[in-house]
């Protein structure tokens, strides 16, 4: 059964980079055709997808933050992970990394516990 976990600092100042990733165990990242992706959800908000990495490498991002999103993978580590840049308080949220059998998806099979990031100076 496939597990991920989410990693990162719990709180980022305003104006800096975001860093999270997520160690996969129980299956390979590059394993076809299965799709990865970050998905967060603020205070009193609904999910919202932020992007995926395919199988083979490919990214897809949610066009309202694409400027400000890089997911990039390290095969060797079977890890992924979300670079979010300039962020601003409305980036406090919840993030979840999560498996998908279907590519843009909203419907997911696994997902990670999920991390709690505050943005706050």
Not at 74 to 103: G, I, M, W
Not at 109 to 119: A, C, I, N, S
Request: hydrophobic fraction near 25%; charge should be negative.
């Amino acid at each position: 059964q496939v597990q991920l976990q989410e990693s990162g600092p719990g709180l980022v100042k305003p104006s800096q980079t975001l860093f999270l990733t997520c160690t996969v165990s129980g299956d390979s990242i590059t394993a076809g055709y299965y799709y990865w992706s970050w998905i967060r959800q603020a205070p009193g908000k609904g999910q919202e997808w932020m992007g995926t990495i395919t199988y083979d490498g490919s990214t897809y991002y949610t066009p309202f933050h694409e400027s400000r999103t890089t997911i990039t993978r390290d095969t060797s580590k079977n890890q992924f992970s979300l670079q979010l840049t300039s962020v601003t308080p409305e980036d406090t949220a919840v993030y979840y990394c999560a498996r998908s059998s279907r590519l843009l998806s909203d419907e997911y099979d696994d997902w990670g516990q999920g991390t709690q990031v505050t943005v706050s100076s």
